[in-house]
């Protein structure tokens, strides 16, 4: 897909809806606020419109970061229990260094890994992509949900980060999840994004790559390279 004429191309895995960056911003809360009902009936009807004025809040902020792709997840899983996620894409300028290869120097920007933070280059067809793995843990006023205290809600990233051929720009693909106990999961759905990651239309990407593959059909689909981010940080 491609939101904007500086994005990427990629395949937005199934589960994942399309959040417009340019929509009313009372039409979106209101969305939100409608589909939470069904997603979480045990919130109260003010827990629920906190949640869509934050989510709001925090889309207006991406407006002003080169956001150009957002998304999210929200599914209830086997036993019931309700998973999210969300997916940026996000377009910053970098500027190519010659000699330096574009994943050795994002991985000498980011500095060393952490406790809470962890850091790897992967191999993707689109060559050498630095990967990066992030816990946040920042704190909550109980009152927002009904507690008598303060507590920590800890939000998992992974972040891959790929040049753009011949500019000074990079894209920089975010998913985020609270929801630790499906980690595994979207890992393999980050790893099937990173895979399908082209900056060439879909048709040229195609056409290129099946020159390159050996001569399959103009027109047939390539298949899916699975990227090794899922075997680097499951």
Same mark, same amino acid.
């Given at each position: 897909?491609n ?5 990427p ?8 809806e399309v ?6 911003p ?23 419109i906190?949640?869509?004025?934050t ?8 407006? /002003?970061?080169?956001?150009v /792709?957002?998304s999210t997840c ?9 998973? @999210? ?6 377009v ?17 920007e980011?500095g ?8 790897a280059?992967?191999?993707?067809a689109?060559?050498r ?7 946040s ?6 009152e ?13 990233y ?10 000074s ?10 929801d ?15 895979? @399908? ?17 050996g ?5 047939a ?8 981010i899922?075997?680097?940080?499951d």
């Amino acid at each position: 897909m491609n939101t904007d004429e500086v994005a990427p191309w990629f395949v937005l895995p199934d589960g994942f809806e399309v959040l417009p960056m340019d929509r009313d911003p009372i039409e979106r809360a209101t969305e939100l606020v409608l589909m939470l009902q069904d997603f979480w009936p045990e919130a109260t009807p003010e827990q629920r419109i906190q949640c869509a004025l934050t989510n709001d809040a925090f889309l207006d902020g991406l407006n /002003h970061e080169g956001v150009v /792709h957002l998304s999210t997840c929200l599914a209830r899983k086997d036993d019931g229990a309700l998973t @999210s996620a969300m997916l940026v894409v996000t377009v910053k300028y970098f500027e190519p260094k010659p000699g330096v290869p574009f994943a050795d120097r994002v991985v000498r920007e980011l500095g060393p890994p952490s406790f809470d933070r962890d850091i790897a280059v992967a191999p993707s067809a689109l060559g050498r992509i630095p990967v990066v793995v992030e816990d946040s843990t920042p704190r909550v006023p109980g009152e927002l949900v009904g507690a008598d205290e303060d507590f920590g809600v800890t939000t998992r990233y992974v972040r891959a980060f790929f040049p753009f051929p011949g500019q000074s720009r990079m894209a920089v693909f975010t998913l985020s999840t609270q929801d630790l106990d499906t980690w595994p999961d979207y890992v393999e759905m980050m790893a099937a994004i990173c895979a @399908s990651v082209s900056f060439a239309p879909p048709a040229v990407a195609g056409r290129v790559a099946g020159a390159l593959d050996g001569g399959p059909p103009v027109d047939a689909p390539r298949e899916a390279r699975r990227s090794r981010i899922a075997d680097v940080f499951d």
